[in-house]
C-alpha cells in the first residue's frame, strides 16, 4: 500500500491533480460528463427506434444544443456574477431529475418524439448553465502557473467519458433497454453534488458596482467584439463546428442503415471517437509548447475532413471505426485548443462569458447545422451529406485562411496597478450617467506620428472594457494639443473599467503617456450627463 502511494505521489507531482479540492472536482466533472454522453447517445438511438426519419434523428442534437444557441451568454454572465458552486450544484439537481424522468417515462412505454424532444430540450439548459460556471471554477482550485494542465485535464475528463460513456450506453440499453441506461445516466449527475458539498469557493473580489443580468450581458457581448483574439476563435469555431455536426446528428443513422449495427454497434462507434478524442487530448498540452495554436488547430481540422470522407465511404465497420477515432483526435485538437486559448486571452471578470462564447459557438453550430445536414440526407443519403459537410470544412477553411488563433500570455489576463480613489466634489449615484471622459495631451510636432499610432491602440482596449464611443480630437486653434474622449453608459460601468485594465492593457497606455510633452501634466476630466430643467 505504501509503495503504491508513493508511485501516485511521483505521478501527480506537478499535475493540477495533486490538489484533492481539484481532485474530487474533475471527479465530479467526469461524472457529469458521464451522465450527459450516456444521456445523448441513448436518446439519439431511442429517436432511431422511435421513427425512420433522418431528420427527426438529427433534431435530438438540436434539442440538445438549442439552449445553448438561446441561452448561452446567459449562462456566462450569471457565472461571472453569481456564486459558481450554487449555479453548477443547482444544474446537476436539474439534470439528475429531468434525465431520471426521461428513463421512467421511456421504461413506462409513455415516450414519443416530441415528448423525448422536449425533455432532452431540457437537459440541454441545465448543461447550458453547468458549462461556463464549471469551466470558470478551474482557476479557482489550481495556481495560475497549473491552468493550461487543468485546462486539457478537462478536455480529458469529457473525452473519457465520450469513449466511455456511449459504450456503457449501449451496452445497458442492449441489455436492460433504453429507459434503464437513461435511469443509469441519471446517478452519474450525484458524483458532482457529493464533490462540491462542504466547500466553500474564495470570495471574488469584484470592484465597483456590481453588475446586472443585463448590464453583464452587454458588456460581454461588448468585451467579444472588441477582442480580436476572441473574435477569431469564435470565426474558427463556428467555420469548423457547422461542418462538424453532420457526424454527430447523422451517426445513429450510419450506424442503423450504413452499416446495419445495433445500439451496442452505436455505442462502439461513439466509444472509438472518444478513445480518440482522449487521445488528442493527452497529446495536446506538451505539442502545444512546440507548435503554434493556429497551426495545432489548422491540423486539426484537415485531420476531421479526412476522417469524415473515410466514415462516409467505409465499405467495412472497422473502416468505419478507424475513422470516427481519427475524427475524435481532430474534434479535441481543435476544441481543447480553442479552449485554451480562449481561457489564455480572458481576463477573470469576463472569463465565463469568454467560455460561452465558445460553448454558444459549438452548440449553436451543432444545432442549426444538425438541421442542414439532416435535410440533406433526407434528400440524397447520409454518404452524400457527410461528403459535402467535409468539402465545405475545406472551402470555409480556405476563405478564413487569414483568421489567427493565438495564446494569450500571463500580461493579457493579470489585473494592472490598482488606481486611486477618486475625489470628487460630487458623488454620482450608480446609474448616473453618461459619463463623458476627456484626457488632454501635449505632443510635440516630432511625436505626432507615434503618438496617434500608439493611441490607436487604446480604442479596442476602452470599448471592451466599458466605452460605448472613443475618438481622439486635435485642437485647431492650439498645435500639439490632442483630446482623447469616450462615453461609457454609467458612472458604475465607469468604476468597472477603472478596475479592469490588465497589465499588458497598462502598458499600452504607458506608451502614449511617454509621448506626452514632459513637465507638462495631463489633464482628465469627467463629466456627467444632465437633463436641462423643465421650465414652468
Not at 447517445?41 to 426519419?53: I, R
Not at 458532482?192 to 469557493?201: S, Y
Not at 460561452?356 to 440526407?377: D, H, K, M, R, Y
Not at 451529406?385 to 476563405?399: I, P, Q
Request: hydrophobic share 55%.
Amino acid at each position: 500500500m505504501s509503495a503504491l502511494r508513493a508511485l501516485l505521489a511521483r505521478r501527480l507531482r506537478g499535475s493540477p491533480l495533486r490538489h484533492p479540492r481539484f481532485r474530487r472536482f474533475y471527479g465530479g466533472t467526469i461524472g457529469t460528463a458521464l451522465g450527459f454522453t450516456m444521456h445523448a447517445t441513448v436518446a439519439a438511438w431511442l429517436m432511431a427506434t422511435l421513427t425512420p426519419s433522418a431528420f427527426m434523428v438529427a433534431l435530438v442534437q438540436t434539442a440538445s444544443t438549442g439552449p445553448a444557441l438561446l441561452l448561452g451568454m446567459i449562462a456566462g454572465t450569471l457565472a461571472d456574477i453569481i456564486d459558481r458552486r450554487a449555479m453548477v450544484m443547482a444544474t446537476q439537481a436539474l439534470l439528475l431529475g429531468a434525465t431520471a424522468v426521461l428513463g421512467v417515462v421511456t421504461l413506462a412505454g409513455w415516450i414519443e418524439p416530441v415528448s423525448l424532444l422536449l425533455l432532452v430540450f431540457l437537459i440541454g439548459i441545465g448543461f447550458t448553465f453547468y458549462m461556463p460556471a464549471q469551466q470558470a471554477m478551474v482557476n479557482d482550485l489550481v495556481p495560475r502557473a497549473e491552468l493550461a494542465p487543468a485546462v486539457a485535464l478537462s478536455a480529458v475528463a469529457f473525452n473519457v467519458a465520450r469513449a466511455a460513456g456511449p459504450a456503457l450506453a449501449g451496452a445497458i440499453a442492449a441489455w436492460l433497454g433504453s429507459g434503464s441506461a437513461m435511469l443509469a445516466s441519471a446517478l452519474f449527475f450525484l458524483w458532482m453534488l457529493i464533490a462540491l458539498r462542504g466547500w466553500r469557493p474564495p470570495a471574488r473580489s469584484i470592484p465597483g458596482a456590481p453588475e446586472t443580468l443585463f448590464s453583464g450581458l452587454s458588456s460581454g457581448l461588448r468585451y467579444l467584439r472588441h477582442s480580436p483574439p476572441l473574435r477569431a476563435a469564435v470565426v474558427r469555431n463556428l467555420s469548423f463546428s457547422l461542418c462538424a455536426s453532420a457526424l454527430w446528428a447523422l451517426l445513429p443513422v450510419i450506424a442503423r442503415d450504413q452499416l446495419q449495427l445495433g445500439a451496442g454497434g452505436f455505442g462502439l462507434l461513439l466509444g472509438f471517437f472518444g478513445a480518440g478524442a482522449v487521445t488528442g487530448a493527452l497529446w495536446i498540452p506538451r505539442h502545444l509548447q512546440r507548435v503554434p495554436l493556429n497551426t495545432v488547430i489548422l491540423g486539426g481540422i484537415l485531420l476531421w475532413a479526412a476522417a469524415i470522407l473515410v466514415i462516409a465511404f467505409a465499405p467495412w465497420t472497422v473502416t468505419a471505426v478507424i475513422g470516427t477515432a481519427a475524427a475524435g483526435a481532430a474534434w479535441v485538437s481543435v476544441h481543447a485548443s480553442l479552449s485554451t486559448g480562449t481561457q489564455s486571452t480572458a481576463p477573470a471578470w469576463v472569463r465565463a462569458r469568454a467560455v460561452s462564447t465558445n460553448l454558444v459557438s459549438v452548440q449553436a453550430s451543432l444545432a442549426l447545422g444538425s438541421v442542414v445536414w439532416g435535410a440533406i440526407a433526407s434528400l440524397a443519403d447520409t454518404r452524400t451529406a457527410l461528403a459535402v459537410s467535409a468539402l465545405v470544412m475545406l472551402l470555409l477553411l480556405v476563405l478564413s485562411r487569414r483568421v489567427q488563433v493565438t495564446m494569450g500570455n500571463e500580461a493579457d489576463i493579470t489585473p494592472g496597478v490598482q488606481l486611486p480613489e477618486l475625489t470628487l466634489a460630487i458623488q454620482p449615484a450608480a446609474d448616473d450617467g453618461p459619463v463623458l471622459i476627456q484626457i488632454e495631451y501635449r505632443v510635440d510636432p516630432e511625436n505626432r506620428d507615434a503618438f496617434l499610432h500608439a493611441v490607436s491602440g487604446i480604442e479596442s482596449v476602452r470599448r471592451r472594457n466599458g466605452a460605448s464611443s472613443w475618438r481622439i480630437f486635435r485642437d485647431l486653434e492650439d498645435d500639439g494639443r490632442y483630446v482623447e474622449r469616450f462615453v461609457i453608459n454609467s458612472w458604475a460601468e465607469y468604476t468597472r473599467q477603472r478596475a479592469r485594465m490588465t497589465v499588458a492593457e497598462r502598458d499600452l497606455q504607458t506608451r502614449v503617456l511617454r509621448l506626452h510633452r514632459e513637465g507638462t501634466p495631463i489633464r482628465i476630466s469627467r463629466l456627467i450627463g444632465v437633463e436641462p430643467f423643465e421650465t414652468p
